[in-house]
């Protein structure tokens, strides 16, 4: 187990200081745990989340067509309109892809609203890397208010047998939505700071843009209805998400080399599929795949676990700032998975309610991917964003947007469910 947290910590001290060679690095050391058997090959196609990088291909190709049709700047032109000044224009684009979020999944809602952010920032002639971050950050912060905004709020609704209305008010008592919420509001607020030396005003003249074809919105409007739909069938396949999303896309090909009568119309759009973020999810994943299997994310969970003493405000409190630092480098999922349990343990030990235990992990470890740049999918996709348009993001970039959104997230729910659950 110590080589494979050496190789590990290893890893990701070179992804958060090389940026630029991020792929390579995470391709590289899941390479590493395969060859030196701490990832058996026999694992290896369990460990790869087939249907988040189903999910981020089809959608960066639905996206390209969507881009393609000039409706992101049209939403430009509208959201510009409404709007006075650039700080405005990023807070509330940052909010927008929270509320998407909170029903669409993280990667998607951030491959559908950077293109808008992306088309402001070129007629504002402004540096579009913080508005992404933010972007990516809010996505995160709003997976965890429903039932269907994330893969680990999946997760605890299926283990702990919450339904839909239970995320918004459960035993009675205002649930996870509204603790997000608060964070959404105050963290809002730093995004306003952060953003208050962009004072400049956004000009009202102009022609709005006129769109050239409504189909790949179409598209886009049909992946959220059938994400949201897919979310409530039971036992549903794997990567029944990242199907939906490859299957509208080829459909989108299709249609757009039948309008242009050029295979160019199928070939042209796939070229915005970003092969480097594919690469980084992918290392990655072999890499949580090697430490899964070697015990690390079950010791880091009995250690959790040890540290609580039988105190249960200090066992809430160490679960959920535990969970905040962990999934800053760890996949949440499988840390949200072997956690569950050991939760549910806990509590039936001490005689309490898992509650407040349980939302204190879904706070924390949904929360936690906001501290670094490589501490969440949608936080790797949109620097795959930003990378691809020519913009550089540095670890200190992200880290003065994604700290003290973190911190403006995690303290207010951390305070609202210990009195709310916890007293």
């Known amino acids: 187990m110590l080589y494979a947290i050496i190789l590990f910590a290893l890893t990701y001290i070179l992804m958060l200081a090389f940026g630029n060679y991020r792929a390579l690095i995470a391709m590289g050391s899941g390479i590493l745990f395969l060859l030196t058997g701490m990832l058996p090959l026999s694992q290896m196609v369990d460990a790869i989340d087939w249907n988040v990088l189903l999910m981020i291909a089809g959608m960066m190709g639905?996206?390209?067509?969507?881009?393609?049709?000039?409706?992101?700047?049209?939403?430009?032109?509208?959201?510009?309109?409404?709007?006075?000044?650039?700080?405005?224009?990023?807070?509330?684009?940052?909010?927008?892809?929270?509320?998407?979020?909170?029903?669409?999944?993280?990667?998607?809602?951030?491959?559908?609203?950077?293109?808008?952010?992306?088309?402001?920032?070129?007629?504002?002639?402004?540096?579009?890397?913080?508005?992404?971050?933010?972007?990516?950050?809010?996505?995160?912060?709003?997976?965890?208010?429903?039932?269907?905004?994330?893969?680990t709020a999946i997760m605890l609704g299926s283990y702990a047998d919450m339904s839909f209305l239970d995320f918004f008010f459960y035993d009675g008592k205002p649930g996870m939505f509204f603790v997000v919420e608060l964070g959404a509001i105050l963290s809002s607020l730093i995004l306003a700071w952060i953003f208050r030396k962009e004072k400049g005003t956004i000009s009202q003249k102009g022609a709005r843009t006129e769109v050239e074809d409504y189909f790949p919105s179409i598209l886009l409007l049909d992946v959220i209805v059938l994400l949201i739909a897919a979310s409530f069938i039971p036992d549903k396949p794997a990567v029944t998400n990242g199907m939906i999303c490859v299957i509208l896309m080829a459909v989108g090909l299709v249609r757009n080399a039948v309008k242009q009568k050029s295979l160019k119309g199928l070939t042209e759009p796939l070229k915005a599929i970003d092969l480097d973020t594919i690469g980084i999810l992918f290392g990655l994943f072999l890499i949580i795949g090697g430490i899964t299997n070697m015990g690390v994310i079950d010791a880091a969970a009995d250690l959790l676990a040890g540290l609580g003493?039988?105190?249960?405000?200090?066992?809430?409190?160490?679960?959920?700032?535990?969970?905040?630092?962990?999934?800053?480098?760890?996949?949440?999922?499988?840390?949200?998975?072997?956690?569950?349990?050991?939760?549910?343990?806990?509590?039936?030990?001490?005689?309490?309610?898992?509650?407040?235990?349980?939302?204190?992990?879904?706070?924390?470890?949904?929360l936690g991917g906001n501290c670094t740049p490589i501490g969440a999918s949608a936080n790797i996709t949109g620097i795959g964003i930003l990378r691809r348009e020519g913009y550089t993001v540095r670890t200190k970039d992200f880290l003065q947007i994604g700290i003290p959104f973190t911190l403006a997230a995690v303290i207010p729910a951390y305070i609202y469910l210990w009195l709310v659950f916890g007293c």
């Open 309 to 366: 003493g039988g105190n249960v405000f200090l066992l809430y409190t160490i679960i959920v700032w535990g969970s905040v630092a962990i999934s800053a480098f760890i996949d949440n999922i499988p840390y949200t998975a072997t956690m569950l349990p050991v939760v549910e343990g806990m509590a039936a030990a001490m005689g309490i309610s898992p509650t407040v235990l349980y939302f204190g992990l879904l706070s924390g470890a949904t």
């Open 62 to 151: 639905l996206v390209q067509l969507f881009i393609d049709s000039k409706m992101p700047a049209l939403l430009a032109d509208l959201v510009m309109e409404r709007v006075h000044s650039v700080q405005m224009a990023a807070v509330a684009l940052a909010l927008f892809a929270g509320v998407i979020s909170a029903f669409l999944d993280n990667v998607a809602t951030v491959l559908m609203i950077a293109p808008i952010a992306m088309e402001i920032c070129r007629k504002l002639k402004t540096n579009p890397v913080p508005f992404i971050i933010g972007i990516s950050v809010s996505s995160n912060l709003q997976g965890a208010a429903t039932l269907v905004g994330d893969t």
